[in-house]
């Protein structure tokens, strides 16, 4: 169980705007940035937005992040087949020591 | 260009150890901390393990804490975990990632390596 709350699957077809979510609590998203990566089985996870709504160079920008309190979004307008993957979201947790907290995964599939 | 390259993982058996290596290169590899990130068969990610850019400074996940051992050589560019007493449920891909500062603690992973698959298995 992991201890961020993602949807298991999203889907849409190209050209349209999909969003997906990630749900945590006041010791991670509601007190820290968020993070989003992108991961195709087999490739290394690429980061895609970090301090929730900052994109690294070479992002497009179809790719966006917002957070509200506790929660936070990723947003992918203008689908491309090549969205097809598999996405996490991640944020810092400040319980007892602190560490790094993953949501479970959103497999995004482009129909 | 950053790079990272994860070695070390295979077959072992429960109770069994087992090194993981991750040779980097592309940056200045001391200035930065380093983490260990594993994915279960099926399911999420999960932070494992993280070190310092001098090495001095390491944390674990409950999970694996007094199991796994977290080092580094910034002579060699190489990150490694010494994993001991290994279970059914370290069955995963590890995953090395770059931090984007020289500590782990909320800074966030920037650039992460292919993988190396460990099964743990009798």
């Known amino acids: 169980q992991?201890?961020?709350?993602?949807?298991?699957?999203?889907?849409?077809?190209?050209?349209?705007?999909?969003?997906?979510?990630?749900?945590?609590?006041?010791?991670?998203?509601?007190?820290?940035?968020?993070?989003?990566?992108?991961?195709?089985?087999?490739?290394?996870?690429?980061?895609?937005?970090?301090?929730?709504?900052?994109r690294p160079s070479g992002v497009p920008d179809r790719f966006s992040g917002s957070k509200s309190d506790t929660s936070a979004s990723l947003a992918i307008s203008g689908l491309r087949s090549e969205d097809e993957a598999d996405y996490y979201c991640a944020a810092w947790d400040d319980t007892l020591s602190g560490l790094w907290v993953f949501g479970g995964g959103t497999k995004l599939t482009v129909l | 260009e950053v790079q990272l390259l994860g070695s070390g993982g295979g077959l072992v058996q429960p109770?069994?150890?087992?090194?993981?290596?991750?040779?980097?290169?592309g940056f200045t590899f001391t200035n930065y901390a380093m983490s260990w990130i594993r994915q279960a068969p099926g399911k999420?990610?999960?932070?494992?393990?993280?070190?310092?850019?001098?090495?001095?400074t390491t944390d674990y996940a409950d999970s694996v804490k007094g199991r796994f051992t977290i080092s580094r050589?910034?002579?060699?560019?190489?990150?490694?975990?010494?994993?001991?007493?290994?279970?059914?449920?370290?069955?995963?891909?590890?995953y090395c990632a770059k931090v984007s500062a020289?500590?782990?603690?909320?800074?966030?992973?920037?650039?992460?390596?292919?993988?190396?698959?460990?099964?743990?298995?009798?």
């Not at chain 1, 961020?4 to 006041?26: E, K, N």
């Not at chain 1, 993070?35 to 996870?45: K, R």
């Open chain 2, 44 to 56: 999420g990610l999960e932070w494992v393990s993280g070190i310092s850019g001098p090495g001095g």
């Open chain 2, 73 to 94: 050589d910034n002579s060699k560019n190489t990150l490694y975990l010494q994993m001991t007493n290994l279970r059914a449920d370290d069955t995963a891909i590890y």
């Open chain 1, 2 to 54: 992991s201890v961020l709350t993602q949807s298991p699957s999203a889907s849409g077809t190209p050209g349209q705007r999909v969003t997906i979510s990630c749900s945590g609590s006041s010791s991670n998203i509601g007190s820290n940035y968020v993070y989003w990566y992108q991961h195709l089985p087999g490739t290394a996870p690429k980061l895609l937005i970090y301090e929730n709504n900052q």
């Open chain 2, 15 to 25: 109770g069994g150890s087992l090194r993981l290596s991750c040779a980097a290169s």
């Open chain 2, 102 to 122: 020289v500590v782990v603690a909320a800074h966030h992973h920037d650039y992460w390596g292919q993988g190396t698959l460990v099964t743990v298995s009798s």
